[in-house]
């Protein structure tokens, strides 16, 4: 299966170095633009405004005609806004750099996931589509550091020239894969948004866009949590643990997924969210936080594959702007989650104070879960087949397996 979507996975790694690599070099580039760390830091707003707008009413228009075509724009524009990132001048060429790639990485997400899906059979669909955010979470874990470490030796603008690098080896990846690409629903007249009237579909998003306030905003401060928790020397250990985390969560979450279904596993991943984030509040010593960042690293992951199947799962003609809407406000609960987490420090809230209020927010998000659980619909599990024709086959409803009250 990897065969089929390896060029998709790329992509998906590039656009998770270029979400977060800009934080390791913030105050090179301050220094190099002649402006403030808190200037440059609305590039990262800028980024995930236009990451938000472009992902659920772009992606379907430009999906219209051809889905390659559709996948190449997007990259192109995402390396376009990188390169111009990279040779930015002044802050004003920085910042609007910062929107023609956020613009490209929102379409590339939704039509590469959405893509993933339709290359393989039905009973493969979750580990497909899984692989993009394994591709996201390998980017932002393996990429982040070695972005810094060329950085350090050769200043931002080469950082940004390895994000770009890594995104024309991915389009170059697309053109010359072999074999067609499936075409997907998609119009240029309609954005889509009538999905959102789905009771479902809109807990999902409102749920991702909390999943995302709670577990990417907190991780912006877990060096200064573990500093105030005495843990000084495990800074590099523990951003280590929530990525290796990650990365082992996205990877291996895709067969369970397959073999067990969404409604199973929506629960779960709120709850063990909670569950570190708690450990990392009421405990101080090393081993502990390090379990524990493991496991809020995979959690935060695992939610959006979980999140994606259980939106899709009846909406499969929706898929792409569904898990549009859904990266955005995942994105977006990112940003608001770091806003709201220097507001309270602002306001006096000490850093080892922040994981019990983001446990107020990841048990919010449990109740939610469990709500969308109830509203998702029982299927029969698909199970690998020995006849072709359940390749083409959809999950069928029995009398007992219509949706919970």
Known sequence: ???????????????????????????????????????????????????????????????????????????????????????????????????????????????????????????????????????????????VPLGMLIGDLVGWRGTMGFVVLIGVLSMLALALR???LPQLPASRRSDGSAVLRNPRVAGGIALSFILGLASLGLYTYLLPMADENGLHGWGFALVWAWGVGGVLGSGLIGRPLDALGPRRLMPVVPAFLLASFLAVWLFDHPAAWVIATAVWGASGWISVPVLQQALIRDHTQQAMTVVAFQMAAMYLGSAAGSALGSALLSGGVTADALPGWAALVAAGGLALAVLITRLTPRYAPTTAPDAPATRTSTPQRTPADSPCP
Not at 22 to 31: F, I, R, S
Not at 63 to 73: C, I, M, P, Q
Request: a positive charge; aromatic letters at 6%.
């Open 1 to 143: 299966m990897i065969g089929k979507v390896w060029p998709l996975v790329i992509a998906a790694v590039s656009l998770g170095i270029d979400a977060y690599v800009l934080a390791g070099v913030l105050p090179d580039m301050a220094d190099s633009l002649s402006t403030t760390a808190g200037a440059i830091g609305m590039g990262v707003t800028a980024f995930t405004a236009a990451y938000a707008v472009a992902g659920p009413f772009l992606s379907r228009r430009l999906a219209g005609r051809s889905t390659r075509t559709a996948l190449l724009v997007a990259l192109g524009a995402f390396n376009l806004g990188n390169l111009a990132t990279a040779l930015a001048p002044t802050l004003g060429v920085f910042l609007a750099s910062r929107v023609v790639a956020g613009a490209g990485a929102g379409v590339l997400t939704a039509v590469a996931t959405a893509t993933a899906g339709a290359l393989v059979a039905d009973h493969e669909r979750g580990r497909a589509m899984a692989l993009v955010p394994f591709g996201l979470s390998t980017g932002t874990v393996a990429g």
């Open 178 to 180: 072999s074999g067609t």
